[in-house]
């Protein structure tokens, strides 16, 4: 193995499901804003994650819809804004006939 291409700042962190809830505590270099207190009392960072193996279609045999639209409809709304700038309004808007 190659020397110096490996993190080297492992720590614990819980790893949270946002499909069903469910959490998990293992070592990680991701970074997260976000704490937990897990079920030994002592607090994590808190990495949330949107399918784990607990819901994802090929662990648990079951086809099941992942709700994605909350996210889309997030996207949109918030991208939308800033597609309206002053130069796209003005495309918007239909130009007069010309006069006779």
Do not use: C
Not at 10 to 27: A, E, I, T, W
Not at 34 to 63: A, M, Q, R
């Amino acid at each position: 193995m190659k020397e110096g291409i490996h993190p080297q700042d492992y720590r614990f962190v819980v790893f949270k499901d946002m499909s069903n809830g469910y959490s998990f505590l293992s070592r990680s270099t991701a970074q997260s804003k976000e704490t937990i207190v897990w079920e030994d009392g002592k607090e994590y960072p808190l990495v949330k994650v949107e399918i784990s193996n607990t819901s994802h279609p090929f662990f648990t045999g079951k086809k099941v819809l992942v709700d994605t639209t909350g996210r889309i409809e997030k996207f949109r709304k918030r991208y939308q804004k800033a597609d309206q700038s002053p130069a796209s309004e003005e495309a918007e808007k239909p130009k007069a006939a010309p006069k006779k």
